[in-house]
């Protein structure tokens, strides 16, 4: 058995990650704020004494003695991270540096959830981990997109300068239970809208792509990513491309064929034209990619929304 936190745990990938955990023998310490996540995702888990929650913020140093770290603390929705820019950047600098701190101190290996959003608006396609990304320094994108790159600067500085042993996949688009109804994200958005009998809103005129995985497959991306040996950045992400308004129509099928898509506002200040992962890597290195797909996915993902609306 092992001692793992999970920072960010009541999220909604952090969710997945501490019932994944825990359903193979480890012990969990799950630390979340609150602020953009719900206890409720985790209330199942809750009767099961190797889980242990703690509210807490990472920007404030702590200490628990731990084997392993997984950082998902982190608003991860344009609308948590615009509401509040300044603390998105602290949690990526100060919050990161202090679990950086911590596993150093208690000889623990790290695992830092990084984003496609790193690959900014990208001019390759599709994204590999080798390219730099083209990311606005000052947008309100910003404060998310460079403050996930910094904190994989400090990962390789803390690595190369007092050999914390991390990990670093960057995730792509992915949907499925314990997601926000309010977060924004097109999933949620367009699932929301369908259940509620109201058409489907799409910003700009709905070419722009995503690839989008569903929450089990990244789950597992990146737990295939800890136990590795593998330092650098992977990408963690589904190959099948689809533009915005694919996405949508198939939302439609699944949820009520007679709603309509309207198209009525401007596309968001620096969202990508373009968004798909080369998963060379992850193949090659973790025997990894995704398994369920998009409508498998999304019809789970409708139930859950369904159950809660």
Not at 37 to 52: A, E, Q, R, V
Not at 77 to 86: A, G, L, M, R
Not at 235 to 249: V, Y
């Amino acid at each position: 058995m092992k001692r793992i936190l999970v920072t960010g745990g009541s999220g909604f990938l952090g969710s997945h990650l501490c019932k994944r955990l825990l359903d193979e023998g480890n012990e969990v310490v799950c630390l979340d704020n609150l602020l953009t996540s719900s206890k409720c995702n985790i209330f199942p888990l809750m009767d099961n004494k190797n889980f242990h929650f703690m509210l807490h913020d990472i920007i404030i140093p702590f200490h628990v003695n731990v084997d392993e770290i997984y950082n998902l603390a982190c608003p991860a929705s344009p609308i948590h991270y615009q509401k509040n820019p300044i603390r998105t950047v602290k949690a990526n600098t100060i919050g990161v540096i202090n679990l950086l701190e911590l596993a150093r101190d208690v000889g623990a290996k790290i695992l830092q959830a990084s984003t496609s959003e790193v690959y900014g608006d990208p001019e390759i396609h599709p994204q590999t981990e080798s390219y730099w990304g083209n990311v606005n320094t000052i947008g309100i994108r910003s404060n998310y997109d460079e403050g996930k790159r910094i904190a994989e600067c400090l990962m390789m500085d803390y690595h190369r300068t007092y050999g914390v042993d991390i990990r670093i996949p960057r995730i792509f688009n992915t949907h499925g239970e314990n997601m926000a109804t309010d977060d924004g994200r097109v999933i949620s958005n367009f699932i929301v809208q369908a259940l509620k009998g109201k058409d489907l809103t799409i910003y700009g005129d709905g070419t722009q792509t995503r690839s989008i995985s569903y929450a089990s497959d990244t789950i597992e991306g990146i737990i295939r990513l800890m136990n590795s040996h593998y330092i650098y950045p992977c990408n963690i992400g589904s190959i099948r491309e689809h533009t915005i308004l694919e996405i949508a129509e198939i939302i439609i099928s699944l949820i009520n064929p007679s709603l309509k898509i309207i198209h009525e506002k401007p596309l968001p200040q620096d969202d990508p034209r373009q968004r798909k992962p080369d998963i060379s890597l992850a193949k090659k290195l973790l025997d990894w990619e995704p398994v369920v797909g998009l409508e498998e996915g999304l019809m789970k993902t409708i139930e859950y929304f369904r159950s809660i609306l």
